[in-house]
């Protein structure tokens, strides 16, 4: 063993450099449970594991509103700020099952967020590489009651069994309220020098973050996953519904993050582009879905998804009319574009507001 690779204890004896592998979001609870071990002498690697519902990187890179945000993948930020090794890993096909057929069920929308948790410990110690490499832990960052449903006291434990990683996993936040890990009775770390946060508040995070001199992390509004939000939840289980059966692929839930989605009869629904990212955004699936655009005034470009004939083609243009800069207008032309690139006109009266029923949005 090199010296680079140990440290002395006090009895002079080398005693092994640990090595942990951290869950790392992007936000800012993982950059800080990284942070603490790293402060005590141990070996951080990171894992950040796309699964496609991921916030950002799609509706902050498409929408135009959105310009002046800075675009960054955070999960590679966080790896920068703490210099430490990141392994991203695409779930996205496993992950199916875990968002399909959650064995402890959903929380408040369709975020299947305990056996999430499992999978994504699961897979971080299943991992071949981190037992071949010597890795002793894991790191998450989850602080108890922060998230109603899997960020419980009596949820922790089932974490960490059901992955298991058993008690090689370690919340550096909330450890202080927990049963003491491995990591901790082995003396790899100090108890000590973790953390007893509980609770919705952010504040002694926000604490931390000062004290370590992080002052610009992501603090997305509604999470950093869109299973977390009740429109994106509510689009999901249309799509299902409308389908006769719960699958996506992932061109299906990256398509649920744009636009606006109306449904005006339960065969078929019409993704209409809000502004001018996402028009470009949803050119990408031209080939893929029958689309309409405006061609006598400018108007969003809409895709058709599902099952249609001809006057549910009408049906769909006098929709997007309604959308375009024609919409007071007698008629509008619209150019009806199939994904095999044939394509045909057709003028029609734009639909009056209100008929555009409220419950077609979904
Ligand atoms: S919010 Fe999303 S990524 Fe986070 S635990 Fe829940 S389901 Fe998993």
New binding site residues.
Partial sequence: MTQANSIQTSNNAPQKKRKAVALI?GGLDSLLAAKVIQEQGIHVEGINFY?G?CVEGHTHAIRKKDKDKQKRNNALWVAEQLGIKLHIIDISEEYKDIVLNPKHGY?ANL???LD??IF?VNQAQAWAWAEENGFDFIITGEVIGQ?PK?QRKETMPIIARESGAEDRLLRPLCAKNLMPTLPEREGWVDREQLYDFSGRSRKPQFELAKKFGFDDFAQPAG???F??DANYSAKLADLWEARGERRYELDDIMLLKVGRHIRPKPNFKLIVSREEGENNFLKGYKKQFTSIHTVSHGGPLTLLDGSFDKEDIKLAAQIVARYSGGKSADAVTVQIENFNGTSYVMDVPPMPAHEVKEEWHV
């Fill in positions: 979001s699964t519902f929380g975020n299947p967020c999430c948790k994504m998230r899997s999470g950093c996953c299973l977390t």
